[in-house]
């Protein structure tokens, strides 16, 4: 059977969800939950990464210190990772503290055509002897040729694995296939696959990335996460299982630590809303899709046209700002 490493992103990305609300006893009960059924790494933190919490795209319930060191008590056997966007993070206020609380895998991501601004902060985490996996984000916004020369860059920087994100939901199958498939020609590290469900393809995506030489994949607990969700982590172990690859995880286990997800951390479980749909369509940042939401209401335009907008604009994290002019722009069109 070949092994896929499964990294889980429900106290990472499923803090979208509740606009980074997650409390230290959540972390608590959940690390608990993940690391009883020997999920390998548990991701935690603010949606956007540590030193994210701020006005312009969320301010968190909890400081980093708090979530990664409660994460840090209770994750015995698993890995604690974390997602790092330089801009948010820096190395001296954010990577060495995360280092001195015991940070196992340093997830260094940027948009997928600025590998450049991830150099630093890789060659550090390197230095400290830890787990380093570049990402790139937003990864349906570069060609092929691109997106495998973006994480050539990674690579040469001392990343250990390249993860792409389909953080819009954007990707059918031959689109997984086809950049994974360059990816594994064209570097020599491993290859890993980030899937959001915005149109329903997650778990299917998830699979022909494994099928097309990915061994790293993300999930979370009942999808928690940004917009329509993520990949279901309690679906996806099953899944690899019967079709041969093999998780090492608890499949009890990791149905209970879904169940207690669903009880503990979640206002109401991700589904596939119009508005969530369009996002993948339009190729927009599932993480929006609150904000666009409340600000369509706000000024009566409708949050479907909001999103093709900013799909036009090639809008990506951190622009959050332009979901209002959007919505300004809209408004001034029906009035004329």
Do not use: W
Not at 88 to 117: N, W
Not at 159 to 167: L, P
Not at 216 to 230: E, L, M, T
């Amino acid at each position: 059977m070949n092994n896929i490493l499964i990294s889980d992103a429900t106290l990472r990305d499923g803090n979208h969800a509740v606009r980074h609300q997650l409390s230290k006893d959540n972390i608590q009960k959940y690390c608990i939950a993940a690391n009883a059924a020997n999920i390998p790494i548990v991701e935690v933190g603010h949606g956007n990464g540590i030193g994210a919490s701020s006005i312009q795209v969320g301010l968190a319930k909890e400081t980093d210190r708090t979530l990664l060191s409660t994460a840090r008590e209770y994750l015995t056997t698993s890995k604690l990772g974390i997602h790092v966007i330089p801009g948010f993070a820096t190395i001296q206020k954010d990577l060495i503290p995360a280092v001195d609380m015991g940070v196992d895998v340093f997830r260094i991501a940027s948009h997928c055509t600025e590998a450049d601004v991830t150099a630093k902060h890789i060659a550090f985490a390197r230095e400290q002897g830890k787990e380093v996996y570049g990402v790139l984000m937003m990864s349906h916004m570069a060609s092929v040729k691109t997106l495998v020369e973006e994480a050539q860059k990674m690579e040469s920087y001392g990343a250990e694995a390249i993860i792409i994100m389909d953080s819009a939901g954007a990707y059918l199958g031959r689109d997984v296939q086809e950049r994974i498939s360059a990816l594994r020609e064209g570097l020599n590290c491993q290859v890993g696959f980030h899937g959001h469900n915005n149109l329903g393809l997650a778990i299917s995506n998830s699979l022909i990335a494994a099928q097309s030489g990915a061994t790293i994949i993300d999930g979370c607990a009942r999808g928690f996460g940004a917009g329509a969700g993520n990949s279901q982590l309690e679906v996806l172990i099953p899944v690899f299982e019967k079709e041969g690859f093999n998780t090492g995880i608890d499949l009890y286990k990791v149905l209970d630590a879904a169940d207690l997800a669903e009880k503990e951390l979640m206002k109401v479980v991700p589904t596939i809303s119009s508005t969530s749909i369009v996002s993948g369509l339009s190729g927009v940042f599932s993480g929006y899709l609150m904000r666009v939401n409340k600000v369509a209401l706000e000024y009566g335009v409708d949050p479907r046209d909001i999103f093709f907008k900013l799909g036009e604009r090639k809008a990506v994290a951190g622009q959050e700002d332009m979901i209002v002019e959007v919505a300004q722009e809209l408004l001034i069109q029906r009035k004329i």
